[in-house]
């Protein structure tokens, strides 16, 4: 069984892919924005993600979507840190922190989390490579080019895969250049992040190109705009359904790790999807 050391363990890998529940706690994420910002709805919201079947829980206390403005350190910190601690008095589900500031890692890893999430493959702090190596955790390293503000402006590939794929592994050879471990690090394309509609379909018809690279590949497709622009759908709200098509064609095409908002239904596609090719647990 495949395996990614995090901090204080390892996150084991099975036949089909792990749910990762997403819980965003900003105002202004572009799904469930506002939802969450409350610290007790945060609270009760990240035991129904753990109650509905999720492997691991990523928390984010800043919105990365288009055109989003960072927040301050404090800030961030007020928003993840209780809810980190107080999900971990209950639970020993693995806990992502989706930053890319190494103080809040830092801070996130000793309060209970387990990963850090990096959506800039740790370009957007030197000092979080320094934190990923002391505490021994798991790192994320997705692919973007530019920042949350304006990576959406004019992106453009002459070989989307080929580019995305040697970016993702000069980000690798970074990390490694740290002596943080192979067995810490997960990969994630990043969809939406600097990718054009085209960019994101062919990043998933040719999935397999990236799990070439050799590390746990994670897909964040959940609610976002490619899934809207190929089905005219402008509210978040109504895209459920083809993320879940998107989710049915990872899980066939192996990702090791489904990053989404619906939980509940995603457990369910992949327990349908594990009793169809494999009806012998059910004789």
Known sequence: ???????????????????????????????????????EKAFARA????????????????STRPGAEP????????????VIKEIRKK??????????KSEIAEKALIAGANI?????GMKFDEKMPFVIKRYVSGVILMHIRGTPRDMQKNPYYENTVQEIKNEIQE??????????EDEQIIIDPGIGFAKRVYDNLI?????????????????????KSFIGKVLGIEDPEYRKEGTLAVS????????????????????????????????????
């Open 116 to 120: 850090v999430n990096d959506i800039s």
């Open 203 to 223: 990043i998933l018809r040719d999935l397999e190109e990236f799990k070439k690279i050799g590390y746990p590949l994670l897909i964040g497709h959940s609610r």
């Open 248 to 283: 049915s064609y990872l899980i066939l095409k192996k990702a090791d790790i489904l990053r989404v908002h619906d939980v509940k239904e995603t457990f369910e596609l992949r327990k349908m999807l594990k009793a169809i090719e494999d009806p012998q647990i059910y004789t």
């Open 47 to 62: 035991f129904e993600i753990i109650e509905q079947g999720a492997d691991l829980i990523d928390i984010g206390g800043e």
């Open 1 to 39: 069984m495949a395996r990614v050391r995090v901090k204080d363990g390892y996150l084991l890998f099975r036949e089909t892919p792990l749910i990762m529940g997403i819980l965003n706690i900003t105002p202004d994420s572009f799904y469930d924005g506002g939802r969450y910002i409350n610290f």
């Open 91 to 100: 639970s020993d589900i693995p806990i992502s922190i989706d930053t890319y």
């Open 71 to 82: 927040v301050t350190l404090e800030e961030e910190e007020r928003r993840v840190i209780p």
């Open 171 to 180: 980000r690798v050879e970074y990390a490694k250049s740290f002596d943080i």
